[in-house]
């Protein structure tokens, strides 16, 4: 048996499989299965009230687990899937409670990477429900694997089969827009903008804006995404002062920033991500991980340009220095 029957197979038993796609690995279980869906929150000691996201074969399979869908999602499917969008629809009765943490909305979106694809595709045609939630392969909170070896490193012997399909070619999760409402209303940045889906719909969407009414959707907590080691974001013109004034105090820095470490500088751990906002989000959680694993007391990292190609990027880096710490707490913090 090769291994996406065998990945079939367990995610009919009930089991958890690791599955790439092209944003993030993600921690996948057979969506219509509420007993399965809650290893994923134990796996990951995610909060009960956090929804998952429900990838699917196609936009065919949208009716199954959405109703009143707008013609803007199918507008939005047949533009972006499979690819980094999710879309927030209103639930079909007969999604579990635990896929939408009880809210009335479920997200819903086909990834684009051959390996989900052909996973998904044979677990409907298995007789599966055709749906598989998979939030990132990680531990709540934490930074996002995009590598089977992150999987591994973040979760272990807790999943029982991990797909290997390479590095995630984005790197960062997916845009989520909610259509649940109305108006189309961003919820979470991604690798596909505003300007894109503006340009699909003819028209701007909002930028949505946290409410009683607004649906709770993954990663937008204030603190995610973060290392164990404490995190600071600066200025360009802010980093090389602040690199002298801490390792004045002795301080270990692990440095990502845009362009390579200036000469005379004493030996850091300092990766160079580059100015090209796709290919440093491409690499950017790979980046904190290996920076987190350096011993570092602190990890500085470079606050990238403020353009709308680097909003993701920033949102992500925002709620990783929220998040981050474990180990030592910033010493310009109060």
């Given at each position: 048996m090769n291994e996406i029957g065998r990945a079939v197979e367990l995610l009919r038993a009930g089991e958890l499989v690791a599955i790439p796609t092209e944003t993030v690995y993600g921690l996948g279980a057979d969506a219509a299965n509420p007993v399965a869906v809650a290893r994923i929150f134990a796996a990951k000691g995610r909060p009960a009230d956090h929804p998952l996201i429900v990838h699917i074969p196609a936009a065919s399979h949208l009716d199954q687990w959405a109703k009143n869908i707008p013609q803007a999602a199918h507008t939005l499917a047949a533009t972006f899937?499979?690819?980094?969008?999710?879309?927030?629809?209103?639930?079909?009765?007969?999604?579990?409670?635990?896929?939408?943490?009880?809210?009335?909305?479920?997200?819903?979106?086909?990834?684009?990477?051959?390996?989900?694809?052909?996973?998904?595709?044979?677990?409907?045609?298995?007789?599966?429900?055709?749906?598989?939630?998979?939030?990132?392969?990680?531990?709540?909170?934490?930074?996002?694997?995009?590598?089977?070896?992150?999987?591994?490193?973040?979760?272990?012997?807790?999943?029982?089969?991990?797909?290997?399909?390479?590095?995630?070619?984005?790197?960062?999760?997916?845009?989520?827009?909610?259509?649940?409402?109305?108006?189309?209303?961003?919820?979470?940045?991604?690798?596909?903008?505003?300007?894109?889906i503006a340009a699909a719909?003819?028209?701007?969407?909002?930028?949505?804006?946290?409410?009683?009414?607004?649906?709770?959707?993954?990663?937008?907590?204030?603190?995610?995404?973060a290392p164990e080691t404490g995190l600071r974001l600066?200025?360009?013109?802010?980093?090389?002062?602040?690199?002298?004034?801490?390792?004045?105090?002795?301080?270990?820095?692990?440095?990502?920033?845009?362009?390579?470490?200036?000469?005379?500088?004493?030996?850091?751990a300092w990766i160079a991500a580059g100015s090209n906002a796709r290919d440093y989000a491409h690499q950017l959680y790979a980046a904190l991980r290996e920076l987190d694993h350096v011993g570092a007391d602190l990890i500085l990292v470079e606050a990238p340009p403020q353009t709308m190609e680097w909003q993701a990027v920033h949102d992500r880096l925002g709620r990783a220095a929220s998040g981050a710490g474990k180990r030592q707490a910033d010493p310009f913090r109060p």
């Open positions: 899937w499979p690819g980094p969008l999710t879309l927030i629809l209103q639930r079909q009765p007969t999604v579990p409670d635990a896929v939408t943490g009880g809210q009335n909305t479920v997200g819903l979106r086909v990834p684009g990477h051959p390996l989900a694809l052909a996973l998904l595709a044979a677990f409907a045609a298995a007789g599966g429900s055709g749906g598989i939630a998979a939030p990132s392969a990680n531990r709540f909170g934490r930074i996002s694997p995009t590598t089977a070896d992150h999987v591994r490193e973040e979760l272990g012997d807790q999943v029982a089969l991990i797909l290997d399909g390479g590095p995630c070619e984005v790197g960062i999760e997916s845009t989520i827009v909610d259509l649940s409402r109305g108006a189309p209303v961003i919820l979470r940045p991604g690798a596909i903008t505003a300007e894109q719909l003819h028209g701007t969407p909002a930028i949505g804006q946290a409410t009683a009414s607004t649906p709770r959707v993954p990663g937008a907590l204030e603190a995610h995404y600066v200025t360009a013109a802010e980093l090389p002062a602040t690199v002298e004034a801490l390792l004045a105090q002795d301080l270990r820095l692990a440095v990502l920033a845009l362009n390579a470490a200036p000469a005379g500088l004493p030996p850091l």
